[in-house]
């Protein structure tokens, strides 16, 4: 049954998404109150996807450093330049707007992309590496490269950020492969299969509460608002498609291909909406809040798109 729950989700997860996306954005003040529990799913996600794991592919990942290096450069270097660029041909004569579509795409990667690797069988030990380099140097990058892009300043709370990072990524990902090196991998398998549509259901649950978060910035919806939704969403889609078009470029493996295309294409757009309304004015937080909304829809997009260009590899 489990199994047949599991492919199921998998095969629906397209169109949960953007519904997860909507219920949050209208039951925002039913599921406000729901938000400590997203670090504790986080934890969870990030454990199930780490059981398939071991220390033998993690120190294998970091002999091999070139998809980090090139995942990196799509992060920091590629995407926040087009963004910073779409946003001064769309909006000229607003510079906030332009801080914020920069913003969008220069904070780190999203600790949900962990989530879709494991989904549609990317490289786990790669996106973990990804993400935890990334994170920890974020208080560097993001900072520096806001002030070149956009002459802006930005204040990051480095320890709020490291506990964070501890507590849903670094600790659950070492009980994940632990358990893999302790239970053997046929066992370890089996548990992950056990609890993979728990995994999957916590998904849904985390978009729709962090979707709760940008309602309050869409209750008056006019055309300049409609004209940033549209252009967010065009930035968003490039990420994903120049992140998987470097990968085969630079002839990347499938596992890494996949891998690049959700660390490349996501941001921890809660951090960034955090940082956002506490260090810039509301206007700038615009483009970075309506984000969430897209990007989750894009990772089952381009997870419908990868069943078709690997149907057998990356079945559930």
């Keep these: 049954m489990l199994k047949a729950i599991n492919i199921f989700l998998a095969r629906w997860m397209p169109l949960l998404t953007p519904l997860s996306v909507l219920s949050g954005v209208l039951l925002a003040e039913f599921i406000h109150s729901w938000i400590f529990i997203v670090p504790w799913l986080f934890a969870f996600m990030t454990f199930v996807g780490s059981l398939n794991s071991n220390f033998g592919m993690l120190r294998h990942t970091m002999s091999h450093p070139f998809p980090i290096f090139l995942a990196l450069a799509i992060l920091h270097l590629i995407t926040p330049v087009f963004a910073w660029t779409v946003g001064h041909l ?38 973990l590496v990804i993400i935890l380099i990334d994170t920890m140097l974020s208080p560097l990058i993001v900072p520096f490269s806001m002030s070149v892009l956009a002459g802006s300043r930005v204040e990051m709370d480095v320890l709020a950020m490291v506990s964070g990072l501890f507590w849903m990524i670094v600790l659950p990902s070492l009980l994940g492969m632990i358990a893999n090196e ?45 004209q940033i939704l549209l252009t967010i969403l065009f ?55 309506v984000c969430m909304l897209f990007q989750q829809m894009l990772a089952a997009f381009h997870g419908f798109l990868l069943r078709k260009a690997y149907p057998r590899e990356v079945r559930a």
């Excluded at 259901?201 to 309602?215: H, Q, Y």
């Design 90 to 127: 769309m909006f000229p004569d607003d510079p906030l707007t332009v801080t914020g579509f920069t913003l969008a795409l220069v904070i780190p990667t999203g600790i949900t992309s962990v989530v879709w690797v494991t989904m549609y069988k990317g490289s786990v030990p790669l996106a």
């Design 182 to 226: 302790w239970l053997k991998e046929e066992k370890a398998s089996r548990l992950s299969q056990t609890l993979s549509p728990f995994s999957r259901v916590s998904l849904p649950i985390v978009i729709a509460v962090n979707s709760g978060v940008a309602a309050p910035y869409l209750r008056d919806i006019d055309a300049r608002l409609i």
């Design 235 to 289: 930035v968003v889609l490039c990420g994903y498609m120049l992140s998987w078009g470097l990968a085969i470029v630079f002839r990347q493996t499938r596992e890494n291909i996949i891998t690049l295309i959700y660390t490349g294409g996501m941001r921890n757009i809660s951090a960034g909406a955090v940082i956002a309304v506490n260090f810039f004015p509301p206007q700038t937080a615009v483009p970075v809040v």
